[in-house]
């Protein structure tokens, strides 16, 4: 039988690992010798069959791994050199340090019960703010074109990227824009929907990007805008407010009115006072202010303040809550990207003027209801007054103008213009002793004035110091 002879040069390497390993720990010397005599067996029966088949080479494969493990970290377990886990491996995100402990991972998660772990992946789907429309400043920005943050917002969330099972839960609780054309089960208005309407928002729109919408979670936002008002779009707005009052937890709207249609005309509104909204706007969301935050990504998710991991983009937040409103201020000094004019005047506005905060509050709540009020008003004025006594009297302001008396029952007296417009809010406001002011405030759902913070990753504004 003819003997088995490894080249010289691959003789020597089993010795010196052996030799190196039981420097190193004594306790492996064995270990390595056994593994050893194993691969110069296979070795053998390799060299005399000529047989490399995958799972021959596979064993080897797992025998040299093994027994390099050994060598490199001798006082790890043999569960975790043989099998280490993926967690173990994981890398800390771009830009920050590996200071990740083992207090800080829970390794026992996938040996907890499917429908628990089901239950702990909803609870962390994200609470979003789904837009309809863009705010009407944006359409010709200044300074930030939410466009990432729109973007962003319609992304998946962050858990749909962590497994199967994850993502299964973000699809299964998010609806996406298939799911809203397919949603034919949904009430829709008799009022047919131009066509150019289902290309106002990437929702409906067949080559958008994808909406997701968690109908238990979600608060929906429908932004104040004269494209909305217009006749051409009433049946447009009716038939999205049909949509999403069947699919939204809440209905949020933009600071320039607290219902959809704030200056509609006449017979509009007269038509939504007979028949009433399919779906009425149970204790509306009132946006008061729009404050932008530039902060990176990171910085974002650091912070907390958009979401536990940073998917939540657009934040309502209780305008009474100064430490919250304190926190974003901070975070704004603390960011490497410049904040736009107007969040800086916010932020030096809110700090001026803490201790009157809650008037300006107030003052910004009762714009809202004296904007209900004037519209209400104007749909009796177009039949006649036939439900107010003394209609001339259910706004206090002024009475003359450049020395004339004014006709207090012509809208024309409370408005900016001389052509139409909104009512002048700094001139008028409700008459609250007015019998039909009583009850028509009294008839009104309440207000939830919220501010919307908004996080954009990208660097709108550049730095002064910087300019050319």
């Known amino acids: 039988m003819e003997s088995f002879r490894l080249p010289p040069m691959a003789s020597l390497l089993p010795f010196l690992m052996a030799a190196w390993v039981a420097l190193r720990d004594s306790r492996h010397v064995a270990l390595v010798l056994l593994s050893l005599r194993c691969l110069r067996v296979v070795w053998m029966v ?5 047989v490399f088949e995958t799972p021959l080479l596979r064993v080897v494969g797992v025998w040299v791994r093994f027994l390099i493990s050994t060598a490199v970290a001798p006082r790890q377990s043999l569960r975790a050199v043989w099998r280490p886990s993926r967690k ?7 830009g920050e340090t590996n200071t990740w402990g083992l207090e800080n991972r829970f390794h026992q998660f996938a040996w907890l019960p499917e429908e628990l772990r089901v239950m702990i992946w909803i609870e962390a789907l994200p609470h979003r703010a789904v837009e309809l429309n863009k705010p009407d400043f944006a359409v010709n920005p200044t300074e930030c074109t939410f466009r990432w943050t729109s973007r962003a917002n319609n992304s998946p969330p962050a858990i ?3 497994c199967k099972e994850a993502r299964k839960v973000a699809f299964d609780y998010c609806i996406l824009k298939s799911d809203m054309e397919r949603a034919d089960s949904l009430p829709r208005p008799t009022i047919p929907v131009p066509l150019w309407f289902w290309a106002i928002h990437p929702l409906v729109f067949p080559n958008a990007r994808l909406t997701w919408f968690d109908k238990a979670k979600d608060t929906v936002l429908l932004y104040h805008s004269p494209y909305w008002e217009s006749r051409s779009a009433w049946s447009a707005l009716r038939a999205r407010i049909v949509l999403y009052g069947y699919l939204a937890a809440n209905t949020a709207v933009f600071a320039a009115s607290v219902n959809p249609w704030p200056r509609c005309s006449q017979h509009h509104y007269q038509h939504v006072l007979a028949s009433g909204p399919a779906v009425p706007w149970q204790d509306p969301i009132f946006v008061l ?3 932008v935050i530039h902060v990176t990504v990171v910085e974002a998710r650091r912070s907390g303040l958009f979401g536990l991991v940073g998917d939540e983009q657009i934040q309502l937040v209780d305008p009474w809550d100064s430490n919250l409103i304190m926190d974003y201020f901070h975070l704004t000094r603390g960011s490497f990207h410049e904040q736009g004019q107007d969040t800086v005047a916010f932020f030096d506005g809110f700090r001026d003027n803490v201790g009157r905060w809650d008037l300006q509050v107030g003052a910004w709540v009762r714009d809202g209801l004296t904007r209900e009020l004037w519209m209400a008003w ?3 004025y177009h039949y006649g007054f036939p439900s107010i006594s003394y209609p001339g009297e259910v706004l206090n302001g002024p009475t003359r103008r450049n020395g004339h008396e004014l006709d207090m029952t012509d809208p024309a007296s409370y ?3 001389s052509t139409g417009g909104p009512i002048d809010l700094d001139q008028y406001g409700p008459n609250d002793n007015h019998p039909w002011v009583i009850w028509f405030l009294g008839h009104l759902p309440t207000f939830r004035p919220r501010l919307q913070f908004r996080h954009c ?9 910087n300019a050319s």
């Open 46 to 50: 390799i060299q005399r069959n000529r």
């Open 88 to 94: 173990h491996r994981r890398l800390p995100p771009r």
């Open 160 to 162: 749909a990227s962590v």
């Open 289 to 291: 202010k729009i404050v």
């Open 378 to 380: 104007m749909a009796e």
């Open 415 to 417: 408005q900016t213009t």
């Open 457 to 465: 990753a990208n660097n709108c504004v550049p730095d002064p110091n």
